[in-house]
């Protein structure tokens, strides 16, 4: 008997007092520093919101100014980090790539001042700088291509998307890829923000601390559902398919990828704003078989799943948007890594806050005092 009770995942259990965001799976609300995120998404932009977050209050137009001035400067990398970056083999995941080089500037802005708000300021700029032109940079090398520099007259997801493509994105697609951002910003205390606390809380580097929430948002389970979805839509293949790739799904007993949520247990707020975007980017650059199929999966989906309390969720129609965007899936989840860095930072600079080492406990189920046996005996 220890008195405690084990819940495994942690489900339920308050692991830290927060107000960065809210969260109600019930009625599908979700709220940045108590603002909706419907309204966040339609009139904010994704560094506006970043900046709220990270700091709590919406930015004046100066201290707005001033920000996107820092990003804007500090997008570029060290041609140390680029040439680090050159030697990853092209084969590997571009999360991987992106732990390795979050981590990496660790190495080149080691100074660390945590109680000093300056510090803070240039750290959380760096790394929301710097990110997307790592995940740029890595796209372009392991094609056989010099990285694309960041362009100053573009915002931060026009330019984001010229790095990709050494192209400029139409209007509405740097639009829509920026409200993304917005959507993907911050989600209460989820696997890695959780990592991104407990690394904080130790009062490592900031780089570490986003480098372990990469590693954590990479696993299927978290970040890396938008790019099964593809890769589920190219295996179903045609509207006529869904229904029976369905039930072998229910039959067999495996998930469907996109769908189902930890909290909500409603549709996801967020993924109702990208099927309108999805849409919206359907109606402007074409229809295609995708689309057909997505619509027709979640409404399969809704009529077998819904009592289950099992929806749409945020990366179910991100995947959708980021492909017709043509961005490659492997690309999908280091996208999700640059949005969410900001809720990372937020949570890392609420977590100094009030810090307090996080060392939880554990239900041993070994047994005592068992004899070690020589290795020939065994
Ligand atoms: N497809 C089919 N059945 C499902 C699904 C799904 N996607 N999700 C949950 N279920 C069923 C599950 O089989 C179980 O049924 P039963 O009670 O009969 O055994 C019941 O619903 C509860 O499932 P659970 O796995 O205990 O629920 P959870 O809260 O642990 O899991 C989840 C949440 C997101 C891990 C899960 O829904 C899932 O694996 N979904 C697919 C992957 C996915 O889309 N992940 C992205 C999540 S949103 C973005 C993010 O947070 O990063």
């Known amino acids: 008997k220890t008195g405690f009770e084990f ?13 960065i965001s ?11 520093r108590n603002i909706p995120i419907e309204e966040l998404a339609l009139k904010s932009t994704f560094l506006e919101t970043s900046y709220l977050l990270i700091w709590g209050e919406l930015p004046t137009q100066d201290e707005l100014d001033a920000f996107e001035k820092e990003i804007r400067y500090h997008r570029r ?28 500037l660790g190495l080149f ?13 240039a750290a959380a700029v ?20 010099d990285p694309i520099q960041p362009r100053d007259d573009l915002d931060y997801s026009a330019n984001f998307l010229y790095m990709l493509t050494e192209e400029e994105p139409d209007p509405l697609e740097a639009r829509v890829f920026d409200i993304c951002l917005t959507l993907h910003a911050e989600h209460t205390i989820n696997a890695s923000t959780f990592s991104a606390r407990v690394t904080a809380s130790t009062l490592t580097d900031p ?67 990208l099927q309108s975007l999805a849409e919206q980017l359907f109606e402007k650059f074409g229809r295609d078989n995708y689309y057909d199929i997505a619509v027709e999966l979640e409404r399969v989906v809704e009529e077998k799943l819904a009592y289950k309390g099992i929806y749409a969720n945020v990366d179910f129609y991100s995947g959708l948007v980021y492909r017709k965007l ?14 969410r860095v900001a809720g990372w930072l937020a949570h890392w600079k609420e977590q100094l806050g009030e810090n307090r080492i996080y060392r939880p406990t554990q239900i041993y189920t070994g047994t005592h005092n068992a004899p070690y046996i020589p290795i020939a005996e065994r």
């Open 207 to 273: 780089y570490a601390v986003v480098a372990s929430a990469v590693g954590t948002l990479a696993g299927p389970l978290h970040g890396g559902a938008n790019e099964e979805v593809i890769d589920m839509l190219e295996a179903i293949g045609s509207v006529e398919n869904v229904r029976p790739y369905i039930e072998n799904c229910l039959k067999t007993k495996s998930k469907i990828m996109g769908f189902g949520h930890r909290v909500y247990k409603v549709k996801d707020p967020r993924a109702i704003i």
């Open 77 to 104: 990398i060290k041609y140390r980090i680029r040439d680090m970056m050159k030697c990853f083999p092209e084969s590997g995941h571009p999360m991987d790539a992106l732990q390795a080089s979050a981590a990496a």
């Open 326 to 339: 043509g961005i490659p899936t492997d690309l999908f989840t280091p996208i999700f890594a640059i949005s």
């Open 126 to 145: 760096r790394l929301l700088a710097k990110i997307p032109t790592m995940v740029a940079a890595f796209q372009m090398m392991r094609k056989g291509n």
């Open 7 to 19: 819940k495994p995942g942690l489900e339920g259990v308050p692991v830290t007092l927060s107000s």
């Open 22 to 32: 809210f969260v109600d799976g019930k009625k599908g609300i979700l709220e940045y």
């Open 109 to 121: 802005y080691s100074r660390r001042a945590l109680d000093d708000p300056a510090y803070i300021r």
